[in-house]
Protein backbone atom coordinates (compact mmCIF):
# COMPACT_ATOMS: atom_id res chain seq x y z
CA UNK A 1 0.00 0.00 0.00
CA UNK A 2 1.41 3.30 -0.83
CA UNK A 3 1.33 6.80 1.28
CA UNK A 4 0.42 10.40 0.82
CA UNK A 5 4.03 11.34 1.52
CA UNK A 6 5.83 14.16 -1.04
CA UNK A 7 9.14 14.14 1.09
CA UNK A 8 10.11 9.84 0.53
CA UNK A 9 7.44 8.07 -0.52
CA UNK A 10 9.80 5.61 -2.29
CA UNK A 11 11.08 4.66 1.20
CA UNK A 12 7.03 4.23 2.50
CA UNK A 13 5.13 1.15 3.08
CA UNK A 14 1.39 1.06 4.76
CA UNK A 15 1.82 -1.22 7.11
CA UNK A 16 0.70 -1.19 11.25
CA UNK A 17 4.29 -1.95 12.47
CA UNK A 18 5.37 0.81 14.81
CA UNK A 19 8.63 0.84 13.87
CA UNK A 20 8.36 1.97 10.11
CA UNK A 21 7.59 5.81 10.46
CA UNK A 22 9.60 8.68 10.90
CA UNK A 23 7.14 11.24 9.32
CA UNK A 24 3.62 12.31 9.97
CA UNK A 25 1.73 10.34 6.84
CA UNK A 26 -1.28 9.61 5.32
CA UNK A 27 -2.48 6.44 3.83
CA UNK A 28 -3.93 7.47 -0.02
CA UNK A 29 -6.32 4.34 -0.34
CA UNK A 30 -7.51 4.38 3.42
CA UNK A 31 -7.42 7.72 4.51
CA UNK A 32 -5.95 7.19 7.93
CA UNK A 33 -3.21 8.62 10.00
CA UNK A 34 -0.46 6.25 10.47
CA UNK A 35 0.37 7.13 13.89
CA UNK A 36 -2.86 6.81 15.50
CA UNK A 37 -3.89 6.05 19.73
CA UNK A 38 -2.96 2.79 19.58
CA UNK A 39 0.60 3.33 17.31
CA UNK A 40 1.62 5.62 19.24
CA UNK A 41 0.09 3.49 22.44
CA UNK A 42 2.05 -0.07 21.19
CA UNK A 43 5.38 1.69 20.85
CA UNK A 44 5.31 3.39 24.56
CA UNK A 45 4.71 -0.19 25.84
CA UNK A 46 7.36 -1.49 23.40
CA UNK A 47 4.65 -3.85 21.30
CA UNK A 48 5.45 -4.30 17.93
CA UNK A 49 2.31 -3.37 16.29
CA UNK A 50 -0.64 -1.87 17.44
CA UNK A 51 -2.37 -5.47 16.50
CA UNK A 52 -1.61 -5.87 20.13
CA UNK A 53 -4.88 -4.29 21.30
CA UNK A 54 -7.06 -6.60 19.08
CA UNK A 55 -6.11 -9.61 21.19
CA UNK A 56 -5.89 -8.35 23.92
CA UNK A 57 -9.72 -7.19 23.76
CA UNK A 58 -10.46 -11.05 22.26
CA UNK A 59 -8.76 -12.26 25.06
CA UNK A 60 -9.98 -10.48 27.75
CA UNK A 61 -13.58 -10.67 26.54
CA UNK A 62 -13.28 -14.64 25.55
CA UNK A 63 -10.69 -16.21 27.20
CA UNK A 64 -8.77 -17.99 24.61
CA UNK A 65 -5.24 -18.33 26.38
CA UNK A 66 -4.16 -20.02 29.59
CA UNK A 67 -0.86 -20.68 31.65
CA UNK A 68 0.64 -23.80 29.97
CA UNK A 69 -0.90 -23.75 26.79
CA UNK A 70 0.91 -24.83 23.08
CA UNK A 71 -0.09 -21.96 21.00
CA UNK A 72 0.52 -21.47 17.05
CA UNK A 73 0.38 -17.58 16.20
CA UNK A 74 -0.38 -17.89 12.24
CA UNK A 75 0.91 -14.58 9.89
CA UNK A 76 3.05 -13.33 13.62
CA UNK A 77 5.02 -10.85 12.18
CA UNK A 78 5.95 -8.59 13.44
CA UNK A 79 5.11 -10.29 16.70
CA UNK A 80 2.80 -8.16 18.75
CA UNK A 81 0.90 -11.48 19.34
CA UNK A 82 3.82 -13.26 20.27
CA UNK A 83 4.86 -11.00 22.60
CA UNK A 84 1.40 -10.94 24.42
CA UNK A 85 0.88 -14.32 23.63
CA UNK A 86 4.61 -15.58 25.24
CA UNK A 87 3.96 -13.65 28.84
CA UNK A 88 0.19 -14.97 29.05
CA UNK A 89 1.05 -18.49 28.54
CA UNK A 90 4.52 -18.47 30.60
CA UNK A 91 7.15 -20.55 30.47
CA UNK A 92 5.18 -23.52 30.91
CA UNK A 93 3.74 -23.01 27.80
CA UNK A 94 4.57 -22.57 24.07
CA UNK A 95 4.46 -20.36 21.51
CA UNK A 96 5.02 -21.35 17.67
CA UNK A 97 5.00 -18.61 15.26
CA UNK A 98 4.80 -18.60 11.56
CA UNK A 99 5.31 -16.10 8.86
CA UNK A 100 6.18 -15.99 5.03
CA UNK A 101 8.17 -12.55 6.47
CA UNK A 102 12.32 -13.40 7.39
CA UNK A 103 12.38 -14.74 11.45
CA UNK A 104 12.10 -11.23 13.42
CA UNK A 105 15.07 -11.71 15.79
CA UNK A 106 13.26 -8.50 18.35
CA UNK A 107 11.65 -12.54 19.35
CA UNK A 108 14.38 -14.49 19.69
CA UNK A 109 14.86 -13.92 23.76
CA UNK A 110 11.76 -15.13 24.12
CA UNK A 111 12.72 -18.80 25.61
CA UNK A 112 9.23 -20.00 24.96
CA UNK A 113 8.67 -19.21 21.17
CA UNK A 114 9.92 -20.86 17.96
CA UNK A 115 9.14 -18.99 15.18
CA UNK A 116 9.45 -20.25 11.09
CA UNK A 117 9.40 -18.23 7.39
CA UNK A 118 7.15 -20.20 6.15
CA UNK A 119 3.78 -19.91 4.57
CA UNK A 120 0.10 -21.30 5.92
CA UNK A 121 0.31 -23.56 2.46
CA UNK A 122 3.22 -24.94 3.48
CA UNK A 123 2.42 -26.57 6.67
CA UNK A 124 0.15 -30.05 6.49
CA UNK A 125 2.00 -32.38 9.66
CA UNK A 126 2.72 -30.37 13.73
CA UNK A 127 6.26 -31.73 12.83
CA UNK A 128 6.62 -28.87 10.13
CA UNK A 129 6.34 -26.72 13.19
CA UNK A 130 8.70 -28.51 15.34
CA UNK A 131 6.25 -30.16 17.63
CA UNK A 132 4.63 -33.13 18.35
CA UNK A 133 1.98 -32.50 20.78
CA UNK A 134 -1.00 -31.06 18.83
CA UNK A 135 -1.97 -27.37 19.67
CA UNK A 136 -4.60 -25.90 22.72
CA UNK A 137 -5.24 -22.46 20.31
CA UNK A 138 -4.37 -21.55 17.18
CA UNK A 139 -5.14 -17.81 16.41
CA UNK A 140 -4.54 -16.13 12.74
CA UNK A 141 -3.86 -12.62 12.11
CA UNK A 142 -3.00 -13.26 8.85
CA UNK A 143 -3.89 -10.69 6.08
CA UNK A 144 -2.66 -11.27 2.47
CA UNK A 145 -0.97 -8.22 0.28
CA UNK A 146 -3.74 -5.93 0.19
CA UNK A 147 -4.14 -4.45 -3.98
CA UNK A 148 -6.86 -1.75 -2.83
CA UNK A 149 -9.59 -3.47 -4.83
CA UNK A 150 -12.03 -4.83 -2.53
CA UNK A 151 -13.28 -8.03 -4.10
CA UNK A 152 -9.28 -9.33 -4.68
CA UNK A 153 -8.49 -8.33 -1.37
CA UNK A 154 -11.76 -10.24 0.11
CA UNK A 155 -10.87 -13.82 -2.12
CA UNK A 156 -7.12 -13.82 -0.73
CA UNK A 157 -8.36 -13.51 3.04
CA UNK A 158 -10.78 -15.99 2.18
CA UNK A 159 -8.53 -18.03 0.64
CA UNK A 160 -6.10 -17.76 4.03
CA UNK A 161 -9.20 -18.49 5.99
CA UNK A 162 -10.31 -21.70 4.00
CA UNK A 163 -6.36 -22.73 4.45
CA UNK A 164 -6.61 -22.60 8.19
CA UNK A 165 -9.57 -24.84 8.83
CA UNK A 166 -8.53 -27.24 6.41
CA UNK A 167 -5.01 -27.84 8.83
CA UNK A 168 -7.71 -27.37 12.01
CA UNK A 169 -8.39 -31.45 12.47
CA UNK A 170 -4.61 -31.75 12.94
CA UNK A 171 -3.61 -29.03 14.52
CA UNK A 172 -6.40 -28.17 17.10
CA UNK A 173 -7.09 -30.38 20.12
CA UNK A 174 -10.69 -31.37 21.22
CA UNK A 175 -11.99 -28.70 23.43
CA UNK A 176 -9.21 -25.87 21.88
CA UNK A 177 -9.68 -22.28 21.26
CA UNK A 178 -9.43 -20.49 18.18
CA UNK A 179 -9.10 -16.62 16.54
CA UNK A 180 -9.07 -15.67 12.71
CA UNK A 181 -8.64 -12.84 11.40
CA UNK A 182 -11.59 -12.05 8.35
CA UNK A 183 -11.72 -9.76 5.49
CA UNK A 184 -15.74 -9.34 5.58
CA UNK A 185 -17.09 -10.29 2.45
CA UNK A 186 -20.86 -12.58 1.21
CA UNK A 187 -18.34 -15.28 0.61
CA UNK A 188 -16.55 -15.22 4.66
CA UNK A 189 -19.72 -15.08 6.03
CA UNK A 190 -21.34 -17.87 4.32
CA UNK A 191 -17.90 -19.89 4.83
CA UNK A 192 -18.06 -19.45 8.46
CA UNK A 193 -21.45 -20.23 9.15
CA UNK A 194 -21.24 -23.76 6.92
CA UNK A 195 -18.35 -24.35 9.75
CA UNK A 196 -19.09 -22.53 13.01
CA UNK A 197 -20.54 -26.01 14.18
CA UNK A 198 -17.02 -27.35 14.30
CA UNK A 199 -16.93 -25.03 17.89
CA UNK A 200 -19.25 -24.94 20.96
CA UNK A 201 -19.44 -21.48 20.90
CA UNK A 202 -18.52 -19.35 17.81
CA UNK A 203 -18.80 -15.47 18.21
CA UNK A 204 -17.49 -12.31 15.35
CA UNK A 205 -15.72 -9.29 17.24
CA UNK A 206 -14.89 -6.05 15.33
CA UNK A 207 -12.28 -5.28 18.32
CA UNK A 208 -12.20 -0.97 19.30
CA UNK A 209 -8.82 -1.06 18.35
CA UNK A 210 -9.47 -1.88 14.19
CA UNK A 211 -9.51 1.45 12.06
CA UNK A 212 -12.64 2.73 11.29
CA UNK A 213 -12.02 1.90 7.95
CA UNK A 214 -11.22 -1.91 8.04
CA UNK A 215 -13.74 -4.25 6.66
CA UNK A 216 -11.63 -6.89 8.58
CA UNK A 217 -13.29 -8.79 11.89
CA UNK A 218 -12.61 -11.53 13.83
CA UNK A 219 -13.96 -14.97 14.50
CA UNK A 220 -13.31 -16.55 17.41
CA UNK A 221 -14.03 -20.30 18.04
CA UNK A 222 -14.44 -21.84 21.50
CA UNK A 223 -14.31 -25.66 22.83
CA UNK A 224 -13.30 -27.06 19.16
CA UNK A 225 -15.42 -30.14 18.67
CA UNK A 226 -12.79 -31.92 16.16
C1 LIG B 1 -1.37 -7.98 10.22
S1 LIG B 1 0.12 -8.88 10.08
C2 LIG B 1 0.18 -9.73 11.60
C3 LIG B 1 0.54 -8.85 12.77
C4 LIG B 1 0.85 -9.67 14.00
N1 LIG B 1 -0.34 -10.33 14.53
C5 LIG B 1 1.44 -8.85 15.12
O1 LIG B 1 0.83 -8.78 16.19
O2 LIG B 1 2.51 -8.29 14.96
C6 LIG B 1 -0.30 -10.15 8.93
C7 LIG B 1 0.82 -11.10 8.61
O3 LIG B 1 0.31 -12.21 7.84
C8 LIG B 1 1.40 -12.70 7.09
N2 LIG B 1 0.98 -13.63 6.03
C9 LIG B 1 0.31 -13.34 4.88
N3 LIG B 1 0.17 -14.45 4.12
C10 LIG B 1 0.74 -15.47 4.81
C11 LIG B 1 0.91 -16.87 4.54
N4 LIG B 1 0.48 -17.43 3.38
N5 LIG B 1 1.52 -17.64 5.47
C12 LIG B 1 2.00 -17.08 6.62
N6 LIG B 1 1.87 -15.75 6.93
C13 LIG B 1 1.26 -14.96 6.03
C14 LIG B 1 2.03 -11.43 6.55
O4 LIG B 1 3.35 -11.65 6.10
C15 LIG B 1 1.93 -10.49 7.76
O5 LIG B 1 3.14 -10.46 8.47
Not at 3 to 24: I, M, P, T
Not at 128 to 138: A, K, R, S
Request: proline letters at 3%; aromatic letters at 12%.
Amino acid sequence: MRLLDVRNSSKKKCYNCVNFYKYKVVCRFMGFKVKDHYFKKAKKENYLARSIYKLDEIDSKYKILRKGDQVVDLGYHPGSWVQYTSKKVGDSGKVVGIDIKPINNKLTSLNNVSLFEKSIFDVNVLEDLGVDQIFDVVISDMAPNTTGIRSVDQDRSLNLVEEVFRILPDFLKPGGNFVIKVFDSHQAQTFLKQNKNLFNEFHHLKPKSTRSVSKEFFAIGKGYKA
